[in-house]
C-alpha cells in the first residue's frame, strides 16, 4: 500500500521503487481519511471536512454563485418599463437597455432594471448587455408573462451578457515555491509578492507540463494531450498576506505539485469585465419551422456569459432552442442560474447541442434547474477551473449523460442531482469527444440518482461519491449505495 492505495494501481516507477519513489517521482496521490468514513460530515450543524495526510480534502462549494455565495441576489429597482407594440421589438429593447446602462450606478453597483410588461415581444436580432449593473426583468415565466420569441433563421444567442474585453495578466509572475499544495487550500507561498496587495484580484494557474500529461496516460495514442493545452486557470481575489504567504478567497480544487510544475500566480486587469448583471421572470422561445422537427436554423443559446462576474439568471423557461438554455463561458465567474426550466430543444441528436445547462467558466452555481430532452443536460467544459455546482437538479427524458464532458474539469459537484433516462458519470472519456481523456478531477456526486453512474479515479487526484441510486460502476470509494446519507446536500 502506498498513501492508501494498491501498489497495483500505480504507475510502475511507483511499484518498482516503492515509498521513495511515491514521494519523489510520484505525485502524492490524494487517499480516504483513515478511518473510511465519508469526506464530509455534520456535526453541531456545521460541515466538516476530512483531509488525507497530504491535507487533501473536498472543495468548499459553498464560494459557488452570485458573489461568491456570500450575499442573495437583489431586487434590483427599474428605471424603465417596456410594453409590447407587435412587430420586432429588438430595436426597443435594447434601446431600453442602453439607457439603463447610461445610469449612475449605485454604491452597490447597480444602475436599475429594464422591466417589461405582460405579453409577447418578437426579436429577430439579438439582445446584448455591455455595461454593468444592468437587470432584464419580465413579468413571469408563463403563458400570461412576459416571452421573449427569437424570430428568424439565424444561429446566435437571444441574450447575450458580454464584457468588451478579456482577462490581461501582469507579467509579474510569481511561482508557488511550496512543494505541494493540497486540494481545497486557500493559501500558499510565492516566491515573490512585492507587487501584490489585498483585495488583488490574481489567475491561479496550474500547468500541463509534459511529465503530468504522461502520469495521467494522456499521451496515449488517439488522446495526445499536449503540454500546455490544459493549463487549468482559476481567478481569485487576494483576502490576506503575510509576506511571501498568500491567502484567496476560494479553494483551489487541483494540488500543485512541483516536479508536474507546480503553479504560478499573477496578478491581472480585467477593465471590459462587466458586473452585476441579471435576467429573470421570462420566458424565451427560438421559433422554427414547424415542418422539421430537427429543425436547426434558429436560435441557439437562450442567454449566454462572457467577460462578465457576479451575474444571474432566475425563473426563466427556455423553449425550443437548439445549443442549450444558459451557457457560462470560460471568461465568465460567480454567476448564478437558479429555478429555470428548458423544454422542448428542437435541433439534430449529434455534436453540441442540447447543452442544455453548461458551464466552462468558475464558481458557477445551478441551483434548482430542470431540464427535458436534452443531449448532455448538467454539463462543464474544457479544463474549467472550479468550484462549480448543479444542486437539486433534474433531468426529464435523456438522451446522453451529464457530467464534464471535455478534458480536466476540477471542482465539480452533483448535489442532489437526477437524470431519468441517462448517466450521471466522472470518468476517462478518452475520444468521446476527440482528445476529451480524462474529463474530471476531484469532483463529488452527492445524493444523486441517474440510470447510470460511472466514477473513476484520475492518476494525482480523485472523485468522491456518496448516496446513490443507480447501477454503479467505478474505482471511487463509494458511501451510502441505495441510501440516504447526512448531510444531504453539501452546499
Known amino acids: 500500500m502506498v498513501n492508501g492505495r494498491n501498489t497495483s494501481e500505480l504507475p510502475h516507477a511507483v511499484r518498482t521503487f516503492g515509498w521513495l519513489a511515491a514521494f519523489f517521482f510520484c505525485c502524492p496521490c490524494i487517499c480516504v481519511s483513515d478511518d473510511g468514513a465519508p469526506p464530509v460530515k455534520r456535526e453541531g450543524g456545521q460541515l466538516v471536512y476530512s483531509r488525507d495526510a497530504l491535507g487533501n480534502q473536498v472543495p468548499d462549494f459553498s464560494h ?11 431586487q434590483v429597482p427599474a428605471e424603465v418599463t417596456v410594453a409590447p407594440s407587435g412587430g420586432d421589438s429588438g430595436r426597443r429593447l435594447q434601446a431600453a437597455i442602453d439607457y439603463v446602462a447610461g445610469l449612475p450606478a449605485d454604491e452597490e453597483g447597480f444602475r436599475g432594471a429594464v422591466q417589461l410588461a405582460p405579453g409577447k415581444y418578437d426579436i429577430r436580432g439579438q439582445l446584448v448587455i455591455r455595461s454593468a449593473g444592468v437587470v432584464l426583468r419580465g413579468a ?111 479553494p483551489i480544487p ?5 516536479p508536474f510544475g507546480g503553479g504560478t500566480l499573477a496578478k491581472c486587469d480585467w477593465p ?17 419551422s414547424r415542418d422539421n422537427p430537427l429543425d436547426e436554423e434558429h436560435a441557439w443559446h437562450g442567454v ?78 474544457h479544463c474549467a477551473a472550479g468550484p462549480n455546482a448543479f444542486v437539486n437538479c433534474y433531468a426529464a427524458d435523456a438522451h446522453g449523460d451529464s457530467g464534464p464532458i471535455e478534458s480536466w474539469a476540477s471542482g465539480v459537484l452533483y448535489d442532489n442531482v437526477r437524470i431519468d433516462g441517462a448517466g450521471l458519470n466522472l470518468e476517462n472519456r478518452w475520444v468521446s469527444p476527440p482528445s476529451a481523456g480524462w474529463s474530471a478531477a476531484n469532483s463529488v456526486i452527492w445524493q444523486c440518482q441517474a440510470a447510470t453512474m460511472r466514477c473513476f479515479q484520475p492518476p494525482t487526484a480523485r472523485n468522491w461519491v456518496n448516496g446513490v441510486w443507480t447501477r454503479y460502476a467505478g474505482d471511487a470509494k463509494l458511501w451510502g449505495e441505495s441510501d440516504f446519507v447526512d448531510p444531504k446536500s453539501l452546499y
Open 64 to 74: 459557488c454563485g452570485y458573489r461568491g455565495g456570500d450575499q442573495p441576489i437583489p
Open 304 to 381: 449566454t456569459f462572457e467577460n462578465a462576474r457576479d451575474g444571474w439568471v432566475r425563473r426563466v423557461e427556455f423553449r425550443n432552442f437548439d445549443g442549450g438554455a444558459v451557457a457560462v463561458w470560460e471568461t465568465a465567474d460567480r454567476v448564478t442560474v437558479e429555478d429555470c426550466i428548458s423544454r422542448e430543444p428542437i435541433s439534430e441528436f449529434a455534436g453540441y447541442r442540447r447543452h442544455t445547462f453548461f458551464t466552462q467558466g468558475g464558481r458557477t452555481l445551478f441551483l434548482r434547474c430542470w431540464s427535458e430532452q436534452g443531449m448532455h443536460d448538467f454539463t462543464v467544459g
Open 140 to 250: 413571469g415565466a408563463g403563458d400570461q408573462g412576459t416571452t421573449l420569441r427569437a424570430t428568424g433563421n439565424d444561429r446566435r444567442t437571444l441574450i447575450r451578457i458580454a464584457g468588451t474585453t478579456g482577462r490581461e495578466t501582469n507579467d509579474a509572475v510569481a511561482a508557488i515555491v511550496d512543494e505541494y499544495v493540497p486540494v481545497g487550500a486557500r493559501q500558499f507561498r510565492i516566491d515573490d509578492a512585492s507587487n501584490l496587495k489585498v483585495g488583488d484580484e490574481v489567475v491561479v494557474t496550474r500547468p500541463s507540463t509534459n511529465q503530468w500529461i504522461k502520469e495521467l496516460g494522456m499521451d496515449a495514442f488517439g488522446v495526445s494531450w499536449k503540454p500546455g493545452t490544459r493549463d487549468v486557470r482559476g481567478g481569485r481575489t487576494i483576502t490576506a498576506m503575510n509576506g511571501q504567504l498568500i491567502t484567496h478567497d476560494a
Open 254 to 258: 487541483l494540488a500543485t505539485y512541483k
Open 272 to 288: 471590459g469585465r462587466i458586473t452585476n448583471i441579471g435576467i429573470e421572470d421570462l420566458q424565451l422561445v427560438s421559433d422554427y
